[in-house]
């Protein structure tokens, strides 16, 4: 029984489904957010509500992948260097 | 006493003027407000016929041109590049802007004086103009006449090139002198807030002259 809320006990469980070899970094740490969530203060769920929330609705949208591009300007016969030219001066605008 | 004495013995020394510029020296890093002579800016040529066609690049040599990149930037820049001289830093590219000498311009553009005063006096935000270069201030001994640049004209050169410039003993670029504090950070001030300006539909005030005439 936590004592964020009197009355209601939180329980979770984890469950092998097969000889455990060995845990996944990210079971271990989902096994902490559990934990450390159970054992906030009732003020502080609002905040995580919303964070998790949050990470839920980015990680669970449709991922769209960047198009790839279609020509690369390789084709262009650039490899001629021109003779240097000299800057012109600037022409001083009128009042 | 002694107070006295040296207070009498330096009345008739002439206060020494503050220094704009500082000279720069080879093997230095760059810096903001470093004016350098002969940049190459390496620009795309087009075919006479087709503007649309690339058919080369050209080097277009920049005769002054002055630092306009954050110096902290281009200090931790030239720390990675001690140990990499071609490092793909931060800092891609450094911003110049066009320096020219500034009477040369108003003599060339035929500007009145009232115009003019308005330029040099540093009262127009879209140019700054900027002291003559003493010669003892410039790394090549000859000194400078007053420069004037246009904030709304400037170029980058990838960091990498520009030192790449640097390095070349082939007659290429000459670091000349770099604006003093406050100086630099004045330039940069003016320059950021000419970058920064808002163009406004209608000025607030319009000058007599300026206000369009009747339709009848």
């Known amino acids: 029984m936590t004592e964020a809320h009197p009355g209601i006990r939180f329980k979770f469980e984890v469950e092998c489904t097969g000889e455990p070899v060995f845990v996944p970094e990210d079971a271990v740490i989902r096994l902490l957010c559990h934990i450390f969530i159970e054992r906030l203060p009732a003020p502080a769920i609002a905040d995580v509500w919303a964070s998790i929330h949050d990470a839920w609705e980015w990680h669970s949208r449709p991922r769209v992948s960047p198009r790839p591009v279609d020509r690369l300007p390789g084709s262009m016969a650039v490899d001629r260097v021109f003779g240097v030219v000299e800057e012109p001066p600037f022409r001083i605008a009128e009042d | ?216």
Request: glycine share 6%; charged share 25%; net charge negative.
């Open chain 2, 1 to 216: 006493m002694a107070a006295e004495d040296a207070q009498a013995a330096g009345a008739g020394e002439a206060p020494i003027p503050p220094q704009i510029y500082v000279p720069v020296r080879l093997g230095e890093r760059l810096f903001q407000g470093e004016i350098i002579e002969g940049v190459l800016e390496w620009i795309a040529k087009y075919d006479a016929s087709d503007p649309d066609q690339v058919v080369g690049v050209e080097p277009r040599l920049q005769r002054l041109a002055v630092i306009l990149s954050q110096d902290c930037d281009l200090a931790q820049d030239w720390g990675r590049r001690q140990s990499e001289l071609r490092e793909v830093t931060d800092l891609r590219s450094v911003l110049m802007c066009p320096a020219w000498p500034a009477e040369q311009l108003r003599e060339e553009q035929k500007l009145t004086t009232r115009r003019w005063e308005v330029v040099r006096q540093n009262k127009d935000e879209r140019y700054a103009y900027l002291a003559d270069v003493p010669p003892s201030a410039d790394g090549a001994g000859q000194g400078h006449p007053a420069l004037l640049l246009d904030l709304a004209s400037y170029f980058t050169v990838r960091t990498s090139e520009l030192y790449r410039q640097l390095r070349d003993t082939s007659g290429a670029p000459r670091r000349r002198c770099r604006l003093a504090t406050p100086w630099r950070e004045h330039l940069q001030c003016r320059f950021a807030g000419y970058q920064a300006r808002i163009g406004l539909p209608m000025d607030h005030f319009v000058p007599e002259g300026r206000r369009p005439s009747l339709p009848i």
